[in-house]
């Protein structure tokens, strides 16, 4: 199995470009446009992104 440190690295490897919004969250994209990945939204400004081997991955809107 993989670990939690390497199942991050391996989102953390590709470049991010891009991003577009989904009705029920945020995809990343790469170079070619495919999704790197996917934050779900879980409330609003709160996005989470489950990663192999049960990594976690948060986004949260700053305050102004």
Do not use: C, H, M
């Not at 953390?12 to 470009?17: C, E, F, G, N, S």
């Amino acid at each position: 199995t993989q670990s939690r440190s390497s199942a991050a690295s391996d989102v953390y490897k590709r470049q991010a470009v891009g991003w577009f919004p989904e009705p029920d969250g945020i995809a990343i994209t790469g170079r070619e446009g495919s999704k790197i990945i996917f934050f779900s939204r879980q409330k609003e400004g709160l996005y989470e992104a489950r990663l192999k081997a049960d990594g976690l991955i948060v986004l949260q809107r700053a305050a102004n």
